[in-house]
C-alpha cells in the first residue's frame, strides 16, 4: 500500500517519528512536511534528532493567515497527491497541515487515517477545534488515543472504523527519554538541578495573540519568584516584544530546543506550566504535576486524574499553583501501552 503521510509542526513530527519507521516495514511511504513550521529549531532538528525519513517534498508554506495558510497548503497537496496516486493520507493531529492533508485526500476521494481522533477541547473559538472535528467527519479511519476520544466520536455520529490505539506520543516518549538521557547536556548547559526549576512554554494564538492574557501570564512568573527554564517560542517572543512586557530575572528565557532537549528539561523539572496540548501529556508520562493556562483542555484525563490542573491565564492561580499544586494519588493508565504505532500498521494492513 503507498501511503502519503502529511506532517507541518512540532508535534506532528514526534508523532511522525513512532509511526513511519514502522509503517515502512510493510508499506511505501510518502512523507510531505508542509513547511508550516519552518525556524530550524522548530523543524530541521525534530528530523534530524528523531531519526524521522527525509521528507519527500517540503511545500514551504510558512506562517501567514489561517486562510492563506491553508490554501496554499490544499493547491500544492492537490498536484502531489495527483501526480503520487496514494491508496491513502494518513495526517495527525489538529494543525492547519491536518485539516489541509485530509480535505485535499477527501476531495480527491482518497481515503483518510487521522491518528489522535477525538479530542475535544469544546470550544470552537480554537483553530485547532475546527480544525479537529472538520478532520475526524471526511476520515475513513480515526485512531483515537484514549476511550474520552472514542466517546467524543461516537456523540458525534461517528461510529465506523473508529480505533483505541493509545497514544502515539507515548511510544515516543518511551523510546526518546533513554535517548534523552544518553544525548541531551541540556541540563547541565543551563546549570540546571533536578526538581528544583519549573519548566513553562507558552505558544497558543489565544495567548500570545492577547495582550491582556499574556500580561498576565508573564506577571504570574515573574511573581511566583520560582527559577523558570522558558523555551520562547518565535510568535510568543514578538508579542512579548510588541506588547513592551519584561520578564523578570528568575525566568531563564531560552532559545526553542529540540525534542531531546525538551523530553531532558521535562524529565528532570520540578513541575511543567504550559499551555501546550502535547506538553501536558509529556507532563502526565513524566509524573510531572502539569499547570495548564488555558480555559479548558482536551486532555481531560490528565486534569481528572488530578496531575493536570486547569488555571487560564489568572496571574493569582498560576502563582498559587506553581507554589503548591501538588497530584492527591497515583496516575492511571490513561493513554494505552506503548505499542500505538504498532496497533495503528495492523489495523492499516489488514484494511489491503
Known amino acids: 500500500m503507498k501511503i502519503i503521510t502529511v506532517v507541518g509542526a512540532r508535534p506532528q513530527f514526534i508523532k511522525a517519528a513512532a509511526v513511519s519507521n514502522v509503517i515502512r516495514k510493510k508499506h511505501t511511504e510518502i512523507l510531505i512536511h508542509t513547511g508550516q513550521h519552518y525556524d530550524e529549531n522548530m523543524s530541521k532538528v525534530f528530523f534530524e534528532e528523531l531519526n524521522i525519513p527525509k521528507p519527500h517534498y517540503n511545500l514551504e508554506v510558512g506562517s501567514g493567515n489561517h486562510g492563506l495558510q491553508t490554501g496554499t497548503m490544499l493547491?500544492?497537496?492537490?498536484?502531489?497527491?495527483?501526480?503520487?496516486?496514494?491508496?491513502?493520507?494518513?495526517?495527525?493531529?489538529?494543525?492547519?497541515?491536518?485539516?489541509?492533508?485530509?480535505?485535499?485526500?477527501?476531495?480527491?476521494?482518497?481515503?483518510?487515517?487521522?491518528?489522535?481522533?477525538?479530542?475535544?477541547?469544546?470550544?470552537?473559538?480554537?483553530?485547532?477545534?475546527?480544525?479537529?472535528?472538520?478532520?475526524?467527519?471526511?476520515?475513513?479511519?480515526?485512531?483515537a488515543p484514549t476511550e474520552t476520544a472514542v466517546n467524543n466520536l461516537h456523540n458525534e455520529g461517528i461510529n465506523k472504523e473508529v480505533y483505541n490505539v493509545g497514544d502515539v506520543m507515548y511510544d515516543a516518549v518511551l523510546y526518546f527519554r533513554k535517548v534523552a538521557k544518553e544525548k541531551s547536556t541540556i541540563i547541565n548547559k543551563l546549570n540546571l538541578k533536578e526538581n528544583q526549576y519549573i519548566l513553562t512554554t507558552i505558544h497558543r494564538a489565544e495567548n500570545t495573540n492577547d495582550i491582556n492574557r499574556l500580561k498576565n501570564i508573564i506577571e504570574a512568573l515573574n511573581e511566583s519568584k520560582a527559577k523558570i527554564v522558558l523555551p520562547m517560542h518565535p510568535r510568543t517572543k514578538k508579542y512579548i516584544e510588541s506588547y513592551g512586557l519584561s520578564i523578570g530575572e528568575n525566568v531563564s528565557v531560552i532559545d526553542p530546543i529540540g525534542y531531546l532537549d525538551m523530553i531532558n528539561l521535562e524529565m528532570h523539572a520540578e513541575k511543567i506550566v504550559t499551555d501546550s496540548g502535547g506538553v501536558q501529556k509529556e507532563a502526565f508520562f513524566m509524573k510531572k504535576p502539569c499547570i495548564t493556562m488555558r480555559d479548558q483542555t482536551e486532555w481531560?484525563?490528565?486534569?481528572?486524574?488530578?496531575?493536570?490542573v486547569i488555571v487560564g491565564t489568572d496571574t493569582d492561580k498560576i502563582v498559587q499553583s506553581i507554589k503548591n499544586f501538588k497530584p492527591q494519588r497515583e496516575q492511571e493508565n490513561i493513554f494505552g501501552d506503548g505499542n500505538a504505532a504498532d496497533k495503528i500498521l495492523s489495523i492499516l494492513t489488514d484494511s489491503i
Open 75 to 143: 493547491i500544492k497537496l492537490e498536484e502531489i497527491y495527483l501526480k503520487e496516486k496514494p491508496d491513502m493520507v494518513l495526517v495527525y493531529g489538529d494543525t492547519n497541515s491536518t485539516l489541509a492533508g485530509a480535505l485535499t485526500a477527501s476531495k480527491l476521494l482518497i481515503p483518510v487515517a487521522h491518528v489522535e481522533a477525538g479530542l475535544r477541547s469544546f470550544n470552537m473559538a480554537m483553530p485547532e477545534e475546527q480544525n479537529r472535528i472538520l478532520t475526524d467527519h471526511i476520515s475513513n479511519k480515526l485512531f
Open 300 to 308: 481531560v484525563e490528565t486534569v481528572e486524574n488530578g496531575w493536570n
